[in-house]
């Protein structure tokens, strides 16, 4: 039988994305709400009940109560809020983190989608980590910009009906955000990376940089050591792509709105033999939410995992 899949804020701009990924496929088939009952408990969990798998699309606190409406031991639930990205029992829906990663993921019914930001922070920074190029203990500091659609509703009604006119701006400047403790977990640090966020005025996409001085690190590798490493790491990921060093040397500036509309990772290593500029550019809609979402649905309900999506 055909897989029954069930969009729990559908409405929403995460949740819209990944309806029109799916709408048009044959081996899935896409539940929907009638628009009266979108806040009515019993409906929803009615149709979660009969899912074969769910994704929420909503605020914290509603994504909590949404899976304590599942009584079906089978549903599997993809949460993309924050929820529930470092919660005991649930698997980081993150394929390519691992090798062993995507088996997590095909065996869990509980998968949280990690967020924008830590997608392309934790690509670059974990095989650094692992192999012991980048101690864990090491002061990591994480630079990144992205479309004002990663904001929600209320970011986007405040730049496209112009209630701003800001074309950059910089937040979170409390050191207070939601992605640290996920980029901590995931990443394998042992402290918080210092995490300086911005927005700006272009509706999707984004960039992430990781700035590491070579020179003080404990084993002093080389900018090719550390671009060895990232390209053996996603040698074989369709949805990865680690730029080679003559080619990204050849690059004057770099646009964050170039991956939108995919589920593509791109992964440079700008720099010298001393100072290395690692970057990370995604869709913040895409591989950054909609597109992980979709990755992870294929993979929990044992489908072509890039069904539906755009490398």
């Given amino acids: ?25 044959t081996d899935i088939e896409l539940l929907s709400i009638d628009e009266a009952k979108r806040k009515d408990i019993e409906s929803r969990a009615a149709l979660m009940n009969k899912s074969d798998a769910v994704i929420l699309c909503l605020p914290d606190d509603a994504a909590r109560l949404a899976v304590s409406l599942v009584s079906n031991p089978n549903t599997v639930i993809i949460d993309a809020s924050t929820a529930h990205r470092t919660s005991a029992g649930w698997v980081y829906g993150f394929p390519e983190m691992d090798k062993g990663q995507r088996r997590a993921i095909a065996a869990s019914t ?11 922070f934790i690509a670059l920074v974990r095989p650094l980590v692992v192999s012991g190029l980048l101690p864990n203990d090491w002061p990591v500091t994480v630079n990144a910009v992205s479309g004002y659609s990663g904001g929600g509703r209320a970011m986007i009604a405040e730049f496209e009906d112009r209630q701003t006119e800001d074309n950059y701006r910089i937040y979170a400047l409390g050191q207070a955000h939601k992605h640290p403790p996920e980029m901590k977990k995931h990443a394998g640090l042992s402290h918080l990376p210092m995490f300086l966020p911005a927005v700006g005025r272009f509706a999707q ?13 404990p084993k002093k590798p080389k900018r ?3 671009h060895k490493l990232l390209e053996s790491t996603y040698a074989a990921e369709p949805f990865v792509r680690v730029v080679p060093l003559a080619e990204g040397d050849a690059i004057k500036t770099l646009d964050a709105e170039g991956c939108n509309d995919t589920n593509r990772l791109e992964l440079y290593v700008f720099g010298t033999d001393d100072q290395a500029r690692l970057v990370a550019r995604l869709d913040n809609l895409g591989k950054g939410a909609s597109g992980a979402a979709v990755q992870n649905l294929n993979i929990a309900l044992g489908l072509d995992e890039g069904a539906g999506l755009v490398a």
């Avoid at 897989?3 to 799916?22: M, S, W, Y």
């Fill in 1 to 25: 039988m055909i897989p029954k899949v069930f969009i729990d804020g559908e409405a929403g701009t995460t949740g819209l994305q990944i309806a029109a990924r799916l709408k048009a496929r």
């Fill in 110 to 120: 509980r998968i949280s989608n990690p967020g924008c930001y830590p997608t392309g």
């Fill in 205 to 217: 996409g984004m960039i992430i940089e990781v700035p590491l001085p070579l020179w003080a690190l």
């Fill in 224 to 226: 090719a050591a550390v």
